[in-house]
């Protein structure tokens, strides 16, 4: 059984360090008084009473430049050594890579660096972290927006993971994630945040976390509030056995969270790093000052390579103390600013593995949302889009190998790591846009033309980094039936939750022809035509058109012909590029669904169609093209004829054998260009001719 640790009234506190030397002269002095230590008001101003009496400002940046804000307590409030509670070595789990390693190599008293809780070759802890934001009763003050935590979040993990391209890659890479939590401890769903309206929770009174904590030993539980005038702090190290106790916490100032703080130079979100680093078992770096040159790891912050240090950093300036120069300056757990911080240690990535695997057994895990390794983590499991939302992960994603092109990022190089598949069919012709704006982690997305899997080199459609703040949006112009694979990952190596967004917005050109009106003239010959993006009459044809596939008519295209000469007329769109049917009506005025068709035909030569009826020199004729089948739209010629009564019968049959056929075919392909096989009499054998011949193949003469 662990013990209940009591609260010391010296917490381990981080508070901002005065930018200013002097009180603020906007300040009002009044009497002493018996009112709260630290108070912020409904309006935003801020109340401080200590001995010298009661001190007002108009705002907590006003607070936070003032000399008195450091006096009362500086930038951290870390009690000495010998005042802190401590509770008994609990090692109830191994855990993790440490294999024979044990608490001791991690206690509050010594470091035993050793390389069995190394994070290359290890897992990477992932930390469930529940953000409690609490605001005022009135909620006006304290109020903290999701994505200015997912910010926070996202900084968390480039500091602890030496994220590439990011503030935090000189530091160690710890392969400590965070992420919101998704579920609560009763199994219900959750983004990981919490809000209440408390103005005394507000001020950091009340017990708030015996009403609001989730299970500390499973979560890593977060407050915004005003952290009674720190800038943060925690009530003990993880080195204390004070998990699973509902005052194991981490409290941040509302005003310091995430890229929405207004604390600046402390404005970067490296707050939360230097607390959690506390949380995690580390100390200070100048802990012990020059005193801890000596036998480092049983010392002073119990590190090695942190050089001792006499007092804390406040700039981003190298200093020399202790009888030698150190960089200390750029580390998390000094007091520099937000700006300066880039790094933890080699030995300080260790203890924090160490406490996390003896001490915080319950917290790490490695699957945070309980999934496991991602159904589309390989290509060959890709996932198909649907239009709108699609909710992903990369918590377990592996990385596949497949990079991207340089030209996709600027900073960040072209790996996508722990990357999941997806594939989309276009619909049809128009502009598709995929965007991951919004993910929990930094994201990156990469779309890859074809149907197969590609490889680094392959045909790269599109790309996107950083194009909506860390995440990824693109589009592309797509054509319809066109297959693409997506592939999202990270250029780091991080992990989270995504909602990959596919909107597509088709591009509707309709033919010049789409309508009855807009008919197109044509003459005896072949006229190229599209039915692409054509709409529909919004009539069928009657039954006795087609046996098949029943009297519909979709995007249908129409030609206006005036007969040449009273005889037989032929009209043919064999060989079209879709399934198509015709039928001819009376003109010149467009028909309406009740109308009757002259003719009509579907599925005469393949799925295509030709007839031939007999017309009347002068007849005014709409021809209309369209498809039985919904959807199936494309290209085609169409073949239009008319021979004259008492003419050639058959002026196709070129040698007179009785049928057309492949000999005619030859005479035709004999006399091209020249007016040897001109069909329609208009002095040149060419394809219409070759058209005409193709639609009476096969006819006996």
Same mark, same amino acid.
């Given at each position: 059984?662990?013990?209940?640790?009591?609260?010391?009234?010296?917490?381990?506190?981080?508070?901002?360090?005065?930018?200013?030397?002097?009180?603020?002269?906007?300040?009002?002095?009044?009497?002493?008084?018996?009112?709260?230590?630290?108070?912020?008001?409904?309006?935003?101003?801020?109340?401080?009473?200590?001995?010298?009496?009661?001190?007002?400002?108009?705002?907590?940046?006003?607070?936070?430049?003032?000399?008195?804000?450091?006096?009362?307590?500086?930038?951290?409030?870390?009690?000495?050594?010998?005042?802190?509670?401590?509770?008994?070595?609990?090692?109830?789990?191994?855990?993790?890579?440490?294999?024979?390693?044990?608490?001791?190599?991690?206690?509050?008293?010594?470091?035993?660096?050793?390389?069995?809780?190394?994070?290359?070759?290890?897992?990477?802890?992932?930390?469930?972290?529940?953000?409690? $934001? @609490?605001?005022? !009763? #009135?909620?006006?003050?304290?109020?903290? /927006?999701?994505?200015?935590?997912?910010?926070?979040? *996202? =900084?968390?993990?480039?500091?602890?993971?030496?994220?590439?391209?990011?503030?935090?890659?000189?530091?160690?890479?710890?392969?400590?994630?965070?992420?919101?939590?998704?579920?609560?401890?009763?199994?219900?769903?959750?983004?990981?945040?919490?809000?209440?309206?408390?103005?005394?929770?507000?001020?950091?009174?009340?017990?708030?976390?015996?009403?609001?904590?989730?299970?500390?030993?499973?979560?890593?539980?977060?407050?915004?509030?005003?952290?009674?005038?720190?800038?943060?702090?925690?009530?003990?190290?993880?080195?204390?056995?004070?998990?699973?106790?509902?005052?194991?916490?981490? $409290? @941040?100032?509302? !005003? #310091?969270?995430?890229?929405?703080?207004? /604390?600046?130079?402390?404005?970067?979100?490296?707050? *939360? =790093?230097?607390?959690?680093?506390?949380?995690?078992?580390?100390?200070?770096?100048?802990?012990?000052?020059?005193?801890?040159?000596?036998?480092?790891?049983?010392?002073?912050?119990?590190?090695?390579?942190?050089?001792?240090?006499?007092?804390?950093?406040?700039?981003?300036?190298?200093?020399?103390?202790?009888?030698?120069?150190?960089?200390?300056?750029?580390?998390?757990?000094?007091?520099?600013?937000?700006?300066?911080?880039?790094?933890?240690?080699?030995?300080?990535?260790?203890?924090?593995?160490?406490?996390?695997?003896?001490?915080?057994?319950?917290?790490?895990?490695?699957?945070?949302?309980?999934?496991?390794?991602?159904?589309?983590?390989?290509?060959?499991?890709?996932?198909?889009?649907?239009?709108?939302?699609?909710?992903?992960?990369?918590?377990?994603?592996?990385?596949?190998?497949?990079?991207?092109?340089?030209?996709?990022?600027?900073?960040?190089?072209?790996?996508?790591?722990?990357?999941?598949?997806?594939?989309?069919?276009?619909?049809?012709?128009?502009?598709?846009?995929?965007?991951?704006?919004?993910?929990?982690?930094?994201?990156?997305?990469?779309?890859?033309?074809?149907?197969?899997?590609?490889?680094?080199?392959?045909?790269?459609?599109?790309?996107?980094?950083?194009?909506?703040?860390?995440?990824?949006?693109?589009?592309?112009?797509?054509?319809?039936?066109?297959?693409?694979?997506?592939?999202?990952?990270?250029?780091?190596?991080?992990?989270?939750?995504?909602?990959?967004?596919?909107?597509?917005?088709?591009?509707?050109?309709?033919?010049?022809?789409?309508?009855?009106?807009?008919?197109?003239?044509?003459?005896?010959?072949?006229?190229?035509?599209?039915?692409?993006?054509?709409?529909?009459?919004?009539?069928?044809?009657?039954?006795?058109?087609?046996?098949?596939?029943?009297?519909?008519?979709?995007?249908?295209?129409?030609?206006?012909?005036?007969?040449?000469?009273?005889?037989?007329?032929?009209?043919?769109?064999?060989?079209?590029?879709?399934?198509?049917?015709?039928?001819?009506?009376?003109?010149?005025?467009?028909?309406?669904?009740?109308?009757?068709?002259?003719?009509?035909?579907?599925?005469?030569?393949?799925?295509?169609?030709?007839?031939?009826?007999?017309?009347?020199?002068?007849?005014?004729?709409?021809?209309?093209?369209?498809?039985?089948?919904?959807?199936?739209?494309?290209?085609?010629?169409?073949?239009?004829?008319?021979?004259?009564?008492?003419?050639?019968?058959?002026?196709?049959?070129?040698?007179?054998?009785?049928?057309?056929?492949?000999?005619?075919?030859?005479?035709?392909?004999?006399?091209?260009?020249?007016?040897?096989?001109?069909?329609?009499?208009?002095?040149?054998?060419?394809?219409?001719?070759?058209?005409?011949?193709?639609?009476?193949?096969?006819?006996?003469?």
């Amino acid at each position: 059984m662990r013990p209940i640790l009591a609260l010391s009234a010296s917490i381990v506190s981080l508070s901002l360090t005065s930018m200013v030397t002097a009180q603020s002269r906007n300040s009002i002095r009044s009497g002493p008084s018996p009112a709260p230590a630290f108070w912020v008001h409904d309006d935003g101003t801020v109340e401080v009473n200590n001995a010298d009496g009661r001190t007002r400002f108009r705002s907590i940046e006003e607070y936070l430049g003032s000399d008195l804000f450091e006096s009362v307590g500086g930038r951290c409030g870390l009690p000495p050594q010998d005042e802190r509670i401590v509770g008994p070595i609990d090692d109830l789990d191994f855990g993790g890579v440490a294999g024979g390693g044990s608490a001791s190599d991690c206690s509050c008293n010594q470091t035993n660096p050793t390389g069995v809780y190394d994070a290359q070759g290890g897992i990477t802890y992932q930390i469930p972290v529940v953000f409690h $934001v @609490i605001r005022n !009763s #009135a909620g006006t003050q304290g109020n903290i /927006s999701e994505a200015c935590i997912q910010n926070q979040v *996202l =900084t968390l993990n480039e500091d602890f993971n030496a994220i590439s391209g990011s503030p935090g890659a000189p530091g160690t890479n710890c392969q400590i994630e965070f992420v919101l939590a998704s579920e609560d401890p009763n199994g219900n769903a959750t983004n990981g945040i919490t809000y209440s309206d408390n103005t005394t929770w507000f001020n950091d009174g009340g017990g708030y976390y015996n009403s609001l904590a989730w299970d500390t030993s499973r979560y890593m539980n977060v407050y915004t509030n005003t952290a009674s005038g720190n800038l943060g702090y925690v009530p003990a190290l993880g080195c204390s056995n004070i998990d699973g106790q509902a005052q194991d916490r981490i $409290v @941040i100032l509302y !005003s #310091a969270v995430g890229n929405c703080a207004t /604390s600046a130079p402390f404005d970067g979100g490296r707050t *939360l =790093t230097h607390e959690v680093g506390h949380y995690f078992g580390l100390e200070h770096t100048f802990s012990g000052g020059c005193s801890s040159a000596g036998n480092c790891n049983n010392n002073g912050d119990l590190i090695c390579d942190t050089l001792p240090q006499q007092s804390p950093t406040s700039n981003c300036s190298s200093s020399s103390s202790c009888g030698q120069s150190h960089e200390n300056q750029r580390n998390y757990m000094d007091y520099s600013v937000d700006s300066c911080m880039n790094q933890f240690t080699y030995e300080q990535h260790l203890r924090m593995r160490c406490n996390l695997e003896h001490y915080r057994t319950q917290l790490p895990c490695t699957d945070c949302t309980g999934a496991g390794i991602p159904e589309n983590d390989e290509c060959e499991g890709a996932i198909a889009l649907v239009e709108g939302p699609n909710e992903g992960t990369t918590f377990q994603a592996t990385y596949s190998g497949v990079i991207s092109e340089p030209s996709c990022s600027s900073t960040s190089g072209v790996a996508v790591r722990n990357d999941v598949w997806y594939s989309y069919t276009a619909p049809g012709n128009g502009l598709l846009t995929l965007s991951t704006c919004g993910a929990s982690f930094n994201s990156r997305l990469n779309i890859w033309d074809g149907g197969s899997c590609p490889s680094s080199g392959g045909p790269l459609l599109a790309c996107s980094d950083n194009d909506c703040g860390d995440d990824a949006i693109t589009s592309s112009f797509v054509f319809g039936g066109q297959e693409l694979i997506v592939q999202v990952g990270s250029p780091g190596n991080e992990s989270g939750n995504f909602v990959l967004e596919v909107l597509f917005e088709e591009i509707v050109d309709p033919p010049v022809n789409d309508q009855c009106a807009d008919a197109v003239v044509v003459t005896e010959g072949a006229t190229e035509f599209t039915t692409v993006d054509a709409s529909g009459s919004g009539f069928g044809m009657p039954l006795s058109c087609s046996s098949s596939n029943g009297p519909e008519v979709y995007a249908d295209v129409w030609f206006s012909w005036t007969a040449p000469c009273t005889g037989f007329a032929t009209i043919a769109t064999c060989n079209s590029g879709f399934d198509s049917r015709i039928a001819v009506y009376n003109g010149p005025a467009c028909p309406g669904s009740s109308a009757s068709p002259i003719a009509c035909a579907d599925n005469v030569c393949g799925d295509d169609a030709s007839f031939t009826f007999l017309a009347l020199e002068g007849q005014e004729l709409l021809i209309r093209v369209g498809s039985p089948i919904e959807g199936d739209e494309g290209q085609g010629v169409l073949l239009v004829g008319c021979e004259p009564i008492g003419g050639d019968p058959c002026p196709e049959d070129l040698n007179d054998d009785g049928t057309v056929n492949g000999a005619d075919l030859g005479l035709m392909l004999a006399a091209w260009g020249t007016d040897g096989a001109d069909i329609n009499d208009d002095g040149d054998t060419n394809g219409a001719d070759l058209g005409l011949l193709l639609s009476a193949w096969g006819q006996d003469c």
